[in-house]
């Protein structure tokens, strides 16, 4: 059954990359909780930096919404689900508003989210040099998809009032609803994989408070919050594609790597493992001696290049994991975790630090990007994730690769990019499944009950008879 709500919202879209939208959207969020309002944050596409500011300004979890890799369905049972208690609902688009999977059509972009939960869209722009021209940036942006709502402009980099009332007055067609002056002091640093992660030590709170007070200066967030609350009803979904309650009575134990090294999660898988069942134990492969009593590990994704000489040099926890592995424990690893489980990581300035072992390559870091984009698996076959034959959608943003290539160990993924050749991959050697690809599994619930199941039969095993 579907409920209609009201669910104020509102989409903060740019008119590129490199615009300014992550920190109008934290500086957004941060401004409305200072006014006592709870808010829901939301990330159109893959990322999973972005999501960690949110979460600093908003002092909840940012949840993703990828049109490409979970659908529609999916995308609006996880923004009814997590916007449910809030007053407004604050989204931050992914590149340019129109920019997606493809270049000749919206899928995968910030407009099609927006046209998918009916949400205003205000537009940031990098106005440094700007004037009338504004206007005509407004008027393209507002008529190349007349569904797409253009509610307003956000104006990045002026160079101070005098200028906002310029592209004000400019701006007719679509109100200017602020602006943002270079502000170091709320500056984000940054690194290969984009910006830092947020935690205290990257990102003081300072920064984020600085963000919140500039765009309480600078912002009409009156007009703002009214845009929002003018969005029109929007079903709640039902449909059953989405992550259900958690259950009471926990199948399995599933321990999590999570710490600096390792950190990249959809807070949607984490929650669809505890829907089916799992309970999910944090742990820090950096400094616990053993992850905890499991049966299951997940490694995410992360930096451990940045730690690998901590992560090296904690050899119970590696002795702990080869343990668990030759136990036959199920371990599922992505990406940065992939690379824990190789021979050893070269980092840039040519050290080698030995890991798992478990993959008969070397993980080396380059200092140019290696992969990136979306990819369909397809396993070919059985997997701690199920049946051969299942199919899921995921991405790859990666700087490293593995040498040489691995000989002597089973391919379980088909991957299919969707701009470059097919290949093998996805590492499986007993019970681990090692890839390269961060999927997300909205886009086949069943790699997520797979894993589940694997992990409950792991833990029958090891059950006193």
Request: charged letters at 20%; aromatic letters at 8%; glycine letters at 10%.
């Amino acid at each position: 059954m579907a409920i209609a709500s009201g669910r104020p919202r509102i989409l903060i879209g740019a008119t590129g990359s490199g615009a300014g939208k992550t920190t109008v959207t934290v500086g957004l969020i941060a401004a409305l909780r200072s006014r006592g309002m709870r808010v829901a944050a939301f990330k159109c596409g893959p990322d999973y930096l972005d999501p960690t500011y949110h979460a600093r300004a908003a002092g909840a979890v940012s949840h993703n919404l990828d049109g490409w890799m979970m659908g529609r369905d999916a995308v609006l049972a996880t923004f009814t689900r997590c916007s449910a208690e809030a007053d407004v609902s604050v989204i931050e688009g992914v590149m340019g508003l129109f920019d997606g999977a493809s270049p000749a059509s919206e899928e995968g972009s910030t407009a099609e989210i927006a046209k998918w939960l009916g949400a205003p869209v205000i537009l940031v722009t990098d106005a440094s040099g700007m004037a009338r021209t504004i206007a005509a940036v407004a008027h393209g942006f507002a008529h190349f998809d007349p569904a797409v709502k253009l509610a307003g402009l956000i104006c990045n980099r002026i160079g101070g009032r005098r200028h906002l009332d310029l592209l004000r007055e400019a701006s007719a067609e679509i109100p200017v609803l602020g602006g943002l002056p270079v502000d170091d002091a709320a500056a984000f640093p940054e690194r290969h994989l984009g910006l830092f992660y947020a935690d205290e030590a990257h990102v003081p709170g300072a920064r984020i408070e600085a963000c919140g007070r500039n765009a309480a200066e600078w912002f009409d967030l009156d007009a703002m919050i009214a845009i929002a609350r003018s969005a029109p009803a929007l079903a709640d979904c039902a449909s059953g594609e989405g992550v259900r309650a958690r259950r009471r009575d926990p199948r399995c134990r599933i321990g999590i790597a999570q710490d600096e090294a390792f950190h990249f999660y959809y807070d949607d898988n984490l929650r669809r493992l505890e829907s089916l069942g799992a309970e999910l134990a944090p742990f820090s492969p950096i400094r616990d001696a053993a992850p905890p009593a499991a049966d299951g590990l997940y490694f995410g994704g992360g930096y451990p290049e940045a730690h690998a000489r901590a992560l090296a040099e904690n050899r119970p926890m590696l002795e702990a994991v080869r343990s668990m592995l030759r136990r036959g424990v199920p371990i599922y690893a992505e990406c940065g975790g992939l690379m824990y489980f190789a021979r050893a990581i070269r980092v840039l300035d040519g050290g080698v630090f030995p890991m798992i072992g478990a993959i008969p390559a070397e993980a080396v870091m380059h200092d140019r990007l290696q992969a990136l984009g979306y990819v369909e698996v397809e396993t070919t076959r059985p997997t701690i994730l199920g049946a051969a034959g299942l199919r899921f959608r995921g991405h790859q943003f990666r700087y490293s690769t593995l040498v040489p290539e691995p000989h002597g160990i089973e391919r379980a993924y088909a991957v299919r990019p969707r701009r470059s050749a097919g290949f093998d991959e996805g590492f499986s050697a007993g019970n681990l499944l090692a890839s390269y690809v961060h999927a997300h599994w909205a886009s086949n619930p069943q790699a997520a009950a797979g894993f589940v199941d694997a992990c409950a039969a792991a833990r029958a095993r090891t059950l006193p008879r």
